[in-house]
């Protein structure tokens, strides 16, 4: 939603106050110079990205018309899954979750926690360390190296729609100038008409680096950043599992093991340890 706000409002200041100030909105409209850019953009954003970039990027795009899905509820439910988790653990063993970690469409635990289990990344990253834990020989070093070589390995996968975005908008500016080129071309050939019309095809040319710029820093370039954010959200969910389950791995009770996890949220959704504790409680 807040896309869409902020597109309305560099629209409404450059056109809005291009108008105000005289000029013709009219003068804007050509098609042909947004043919020309948005032609010459796509035929190169095909060319430099391979058909994984493409599709990544494709994919990637409609989430940044979404509101941000990491919320202080969502983190307090997915430490008070760690909880239980932990918490069977710790009461029953190890090998008393392992239906839960094979199956966890069909375990009670994850059942109680919805939102979590909906996000497969995040669940497919807790079962398989949770695995790791029950059938696996590996100590606490060895199971943190691993987990920081799947996190890098999900943060780069994120990074490829970021930088062919970013790629596109900063090439934006550069068509609209090969855009202004051919319409001064367009000019010279035609320099023996009344001046009128003449100056008339130098505006039209002008406005192909207008729109190149525009298009570059006030709609595409924005999307980039949009889009790297969102990505460092969603490995936040996966560094919070990691602090947690080592911290287990490490001796700590399940209670002290959320309370890492809850340390390295975000400021703005990390919630109070009461806050966390009682939801715990409740859940």
Not at 30 to 54: D, H, R, S, Y
Not at 114 to 140: C, I, K, Q, W
Not at 159 to 181: M, N, R, S, T, Y
Not at 182 to 195: D, Q, Y
Request: glycine fraction near 10%; charged fraction near 15%.
């Amino acid at each position: 939603m807040l896309v869409i706000v902020g597109y309305l409002i560099v629209m409404a200041s450059v056109f809005g106050g291009f108008a105000m100030a005289g000029g013709h909105l009219g003068a804007l409209f050509q098609p042909l110079e947004l043919l020309m850019i948005g032609g010459a953009a796509t035929g190169a954003f095909l060319v430099g990205n391979n058909g994984k970039a493409i599709k990544a990027t494709l994919k990637a795009l409609p989430s940044v018309l979404k509101g941000s899905k990491y919320s202080k509820q969502l983190y307090m439910d997915l430490m008070a899954l760690l909880y239980d988790i932990l918490a069977k653990v710790r009461k029953e063993g190890l090998m008393t979750i392992e239906g839960d970690v094979e199956n966890p469409g069909q375990s009670p635990l994850f059942a109680k926690y919805p939102n979590v289990s909906a996000d497969h990344h995040v669940l497919e990253f807790m079962t398989d360390y949770l695995r790791l834990m029950v059938g696996g020989n590996l100590n606490a070093m060895e199971i943190e190296n691993l987990m920081d070589n799947e996190i890098g390995t999900h943060h780069q996968e994120g990074e490829v729609p970021v930088h062919c975005v970013a790629k596109l908008g900063d090439g934006l500016p550069a068509f609209g100038i090969v855009a202004a080129v051919m319409g001064v071309v367009h000019t010279m050939e035609s320099v023996g008409i009344p001046p009128s019309e003449l100056g008339m095809l130098i505006a039209h040319a002008l406005v192909g680096t207008f729109l190149g710029i525009l298009l570059a820093y006030g709609f595409v370039g924005p999307l980039s950043s949009l889009l790297e954010q969102k990505l460092v959200e969603s490995s936040k969910m996966l560094e919070c599992i990691k602090v947690t389950l080592l911290a287990s791995l490490n001796g700590y009770s399940p209670a002290l093991a959320v309370e890492f996890g809850r340390k390295v949220l975000y400021s703005t959704e990390r919630p109070s340890f009461l806050e966390l504790e009682a939801h715990v409680k409740r859940k």
